[in-house]
């Protein structure tokens, strides 16, 4: 499964790991690139100095190649991008937004740049402004996502756009990255599975949420006012949506979720924290490595694949 994707990024297989808020540290970056695919270190919304440290440590783990998210949310989202110019990385992907005002910046270092789009138009765009490949991310992924479906989006980004797609959103195992590869996918990004990897440093609680997670029990915040979270049902999820209903604004509503991801991941409270995972989180049932995760999609994948 020798890609364009391959071949850019230098790696051995076609699998990148989403750039998760307070998920994607440097140990589970490390360990994705470490066994073959592409780790990443996601910004979020921590400071460029944070970001810079995460960025050496995953080097004292790993010589393979390794990206970072930027997420242009974030009010660090500036520094964000200078540091990995700093710091010699060599991909960046981007995160809910349009990265246009930074993209020379990167392509003058010679930094590989994939946004994430949830739609054609934005696609496109980044296509024209040099971009080198786009994540076509469907709404069955966890935390903020757009309206298409994994299945109808990949194919349309794929038909409008000349430079490779990669595939997110609904994809955890070796039956999703062969059907992406159907849509015309080139590389697959994975989040949700890699959230309950061993190497993952999040708490046991929320692990231990995604694995008992069925089909339909994740729930979609915050689409009133146009910031859509896909996240686990819980208490918090509930009350926010109650209010939602009821037509509370926006800054009525911010205080369910502020600093919500991180009581989640760190301290493991998944009742008022935020749970973010994907629709596929139903299907993921034991914690493994990050190696066994990609050995097993691979093999999975390239059975399926030569049928
Ligand atoms: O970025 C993500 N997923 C994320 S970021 C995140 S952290 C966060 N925390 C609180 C509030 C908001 C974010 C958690 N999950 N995925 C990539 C993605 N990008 N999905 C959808 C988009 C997107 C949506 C609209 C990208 C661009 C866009 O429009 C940009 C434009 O200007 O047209």
């Known amino acids: 499964m020798n890609t364009r994707i391959t071949q850019m ?4 297989y076609p699998i990148i790991q989403g750039g998760m808020a307070w998920v994607a540290e440097h140990h589970l970056a490390a360990a994705v690139s470490e066994a073959g695919g592409l780790g990443l270190i996601g910004g979020a919304n921590a400071p460029g100095e944070v970001v810079r440290e995460e960025i050496r440590k995953a080097k004292e783990l790993t010589e393979k190649p390794f990206g970072v998210n930027v997420m242009l949310l ?4 500036e520094d964000v991008a200078r540091v990995v110019v700093e710091e010699g990385i060599k991909v960046v992907t981007t995160g809910a937004g349009n990265p246009e005002k930074y993209m020379d910046m990167w ?5 590989k740049v994939i946004p994430v789009v949830a739609s054609v138009a934005l696609a496109r765009r980044m296509e024209k402004y040099g971009a080198d490949a786009v994540v076509a991310e469907g709404m069955e992924s966890g935390g903020h996502i757009g309206e298409a479906t ?4 990949v194919p349309q980004v794929k038909d ?9 959103g609904g994809i955890g195992d070796g039956r999703g990255l062969a059907a992406a590869f159907m849509l015309g996918a080139e590389a697959v990004q994975v989040g949700t599975r890699f959230v309950v990897a061993e190497e993952s440093i999040v708490h046991d609680n929320y692990k231990q949420r995604v694995i008992k997670a069925k089909d339909i029990d994740s729930a979609v915040t915050g689409r009133s006012h146009g910031h859509p979270i896909r996240c686990l049902r819980n208490k918090m999820t509930r009350e926010y949506l109650k209010l939602e209903q009821e037509g509370k604004s926006f800054e009525e509503l911010e205080y ?4 919500a991801l991180r009581r989640a991941v760190q301290e493991g409270d998944v009742q008022e924290g935020t749970v973010m995972a994907g629709q596929i989180a139903g299907m993921i049932d ?3 490595s990050c190696k066994e995760i990609i050995d097993e999609m691979m093999d999975q994948a390239v059975k399926l694949l030569k049928r």
Do not use: D, H, N, R
């Open 160 to 168: 409008a756009v000349s430079i490779p797609v990669i595939a997110a």
């Open 256 to 259: 369910l979720t502020l600093g």
């Open 150 to 153: 994994t299945m109808t989006l």
């Open 286 to 288: 034991k914690e493994l």
């Open 107 to 111: 392509k003058e270092a010679g930094i």
């Open 74 to 77: 974030s009010p660090y989202a």
């Open 9 to 12: 990024l230098g790696i051995k």
